[in-house]
């Protein structure tokens, strides 16, 4: 199934980026593939975040899908755009099935970005085990037509500020290290950055090798 799905993301990159730009960015994917890329994690103490509400635009807001039946057909064009029908009908049941919510931003009614969560747990195997009142935030996505307009941030703490309403103590977020734009972006909300790491999936080992790391305390 993943096989199949990288093969149809690189057909609609060549499709809407070219031949020269669709290679550049295989030899990309391959070279980071092979060397294991390594990410930039992300924390966040919620306990720790003052009560001020946040503040957005007038015209932005987020919304908050938890089951498939919620997402509205304007939605669901809008997902299918940027990722593809097949993709997206694929993700969303997945996901939601095994408890993730996915929350949308909007910008005059229109569907600019989007951000999944999960609490207690992860899709893949993480860095660490995650306790009950930890959630992990993944696949943030400012669609490509309104990247650059400082959206991201405005997405990111208004979640983090909601799950805090919902009890989570602890937030996690990471990106590739090369993705300086997204790196740049998650320093402008409530996350610090708390290390550097490559993963090596193994049959039943999953190995972390940190090249830099800072100190978690327990939520226990």
């Not at 997902?79 to 097949?86: D, F, I, K």
């Not at 600019?112 to 930890?134: A, F, S």
């Not at 996505?141 to 983090?160: A, C, K, M, S, T």
Request: glycine residues 8%.
């Amino acid at each position: 199934m993943a096989k199949h799905f990288l093969f149809y993301r690189i057909v609609r990159y060549y499709k809407a980026n070219g031949l020269t730009k669709t290679l550049r960015r295989s030899f990309e994917m391959l070279w980071q593939k092979t060397f294991r890329k390594r990410f930039v994690i992300f924390f966040v103490e919620l306990t720790k975040l003052n009560g001020v509400e946040i503040r957005m635009p007038q015209n932005f807001a987020v919304e908050c899908r938890k089951n498939a039946g919620e997402i509205t057909k304007d939605e669901f064009e809008s997902l299918t755009h940027y990722g593809g029908e097949r993709i997206i009908r694929y993700e969303l049941k997945n996901r939601f099935g095994k408890g993730a919510y996915l929350w949308l931003m909007k910008v005059d009614g229109k569907d600019v970005g989007m951000v999944w969560t999960i609490r207690q747990k992860t899709l893949k195997p993480y860095y660490w085990p995650m306790t009950p009142n930890d959630v992990h935030l993944f696949d943030n996505e400012v669609f490509r037509d309104y990247r650059g307009q400082g959206i991201n941030p405005f997405l990111i703490n208004y979640v983090v500020f909601e799950l805090k309403k919902k009890g989570v103590i602890r937030a996690f977020i990471e990106t590739s290290e090369i993705n300086k734009p997204e790196i740049r972006s998650l320093s402008k909300t409530s996350f610090t950055e708390l290390g550097r790491a490559g993963r090596l999936h193994l049959p039943g080992w999953n190995i972390t090798i940190w090249s830099k790391i800072g100190c978690l305390k327990s939520t226990d």
